[in-house]
């Protein structure tokens, strides 16, 4: 089992910057993909961001490609999520994501383990 935390989130002007973590712990030698979702209130959840496990290959949303980094530190076991230039419409519960398999989806298949989201708000 691996379990995921998610941190960093919280309220924010329109053109500022947070930065997520989330810690995995438990099973980690077992994750390959991980990434990152948002669900927007009212809306469906949608892909923002992945990784590969060597941090060599990353894939992005076109909503936030050029504003959004995504990154890992596997020896502390983190994924991170730097995000710039935030809009309003970037406001959502953002959740990390871990898969055991390189075969994912930007649907959120293949994904096994999910951590339980952090708000971030982003204000006009």
């Known amino acids: 089992q691996v379990q995921l935390v998610e941190s960093g989130g919280g309220l924010v002007q329109a053109g500022g910057s947070l930065r997520l973590s989330c810690a995995a712990s438990g099973r980690t030698f077992s994750i390959f993909t991980m990434g990152w979702f948002r669900q927007p209130p009212g809306k469906e959840r949608e892909f923002v961001t992945a990784i590969s496990r060597g941090g060599t290959s990353t894939s992005y949303a076109d909503s936030v490609k050029g504003r959004f980094t995504i990154s890992r530190d596997n020896a502390k076991n983190t994924l991170y999520l730097q995000m710039n230039s935030l809009k309003p419409e970037d406001t959502a519960v953002y959740y990390c994501?871990?898969?055991?398999?390189?075969?994912?989806?930007?649907?959120?298949?293949?994904?096994?383990?999910w951590g339980q989201g952090t708000q971030v708000t982003v204000s006009s």
């Open positions: 994501a871990a898969a055991i398999t390189t075969v994912v989806s930007t649907t959120g298949e293949g994904y096994r383990y």
